[in-house]
Antibody, heavy 119, light 107 residues
Framework: EVQLLESGGGLVQPGGSLRLSCEASGFAFSNYGMTWVRQAPGKGLEWVSGIVGSGGKTYYAASVKGRFTISRDNSKNALFLQMDSLRAEDTAIYYC????????????WGQGTLVTVSS | EIVLTQSPGTLSMSPGERATLSCRTSQSVSGNSLAWYQHKPNQPPRLLIYGASKRATGIPDRFSGSGSGTEFTLTIRRLEPEDFAVYYCHQYGTSPFTFGPGTKVEI
């Protein structure tokens, strides 16, 4: 059974940093691209960042490029999102997602972790 | 960036009715790389359809997807009580990957 478990969310001041983690199990982790998707309060879904299975290529939304860094440790089946220079508009639930293999659709999602950026 | 537009914003339906949700993209979607997700409060989104028309594992056949290019449709053949939720389309053919604003299907 595929499981994705996020951690690392919390309250942080504007300009601060936070590192999210996602622990994956139940599938061959290194064979799949992984992404982060977020949902701000009362808003829709926003794709944030993605990384290919090998970790050799990464992708970012314009809203986070230069501030967020996605990475993975295939030896530990773990996905990370380093978030720096956080802003109030980064407040959201952050979901870890697994891609479908045949494309960058998201066939499994974690329960999400809440990030609140506020002074 | 490819912009997705969904219509209507809200769909007021009754159980047993047929629901038709539309998703329009600002550019043609590469390889028909278009997915649909169902999202209920306090739950993560669930993949329904990918590749414009392929049902994800475990999705009932009352859900179907169609379309190509810039026009896509999600049809729910006979609404069940558990189908009332927000539905998002998502293009993953071109980075940055983008979502539509959602259609809320309400009773």
């Amino acid at each position: 059974e595929v499981q994705l478990l996020e951690s690392g969310g919390g309250l942080v001041q504007p300009g601060g940093s936070l590192r999210l983690s996602c622990e994956a199990s139940g599938f061959a982790f290194s064979n799949y691209g992984m992404t982060w998707v977020r949902q701000a309060p009362g808003k829709g879904l926003e794709w944030v960042s993605g990384i290919v299975g090998s970790g050799g290529k990464t992708y970012y939304a314009a809203s986070v490029k230069g501030r967020f860094t996605i990475s993975r440790d295939n030896s530990k089946n773990a996905l990370f999102l380093q978030m720096d220079s956080l802003r109030a508009e980064d407040t959201a639930i952050y979901y870890c997602t697994k891609t479908g293999g045949s494309g960058w659709h998201f066939d499994y999602w974690g329960q999400g972790t809440l990030v609140t950026v506020s002074s | 960036e490819i912009v997705l537009t969904q219509s209507p914003g809200t769909l007021s339906m009754s159980p047993g009715e047929r629901a038709t949700l539309s998703c329009r993209t600002s550019q043609s979607v590469s390889g028909n790389s278009l997915a649909w997700y169902q999202h209920k409060p306090n739950q993560p989104p669930r993949l329904l359809i990918y590749g414009a028309s392929k049902r994800a594992t475990g999705i009932p056949d009352r859900f179907s997807g169609s379309g190509s290019g810039t026009e896509f449709t999600l049809t729910i053949r006979r609404l069940e009580p558990e189908d009332f939720a927000v539905y998002y389309c998502h293009q993953y053919g071109t980075s940055p990957f983008t979502f539509g604003p959602g259609t809320k299907v309400e009773i």
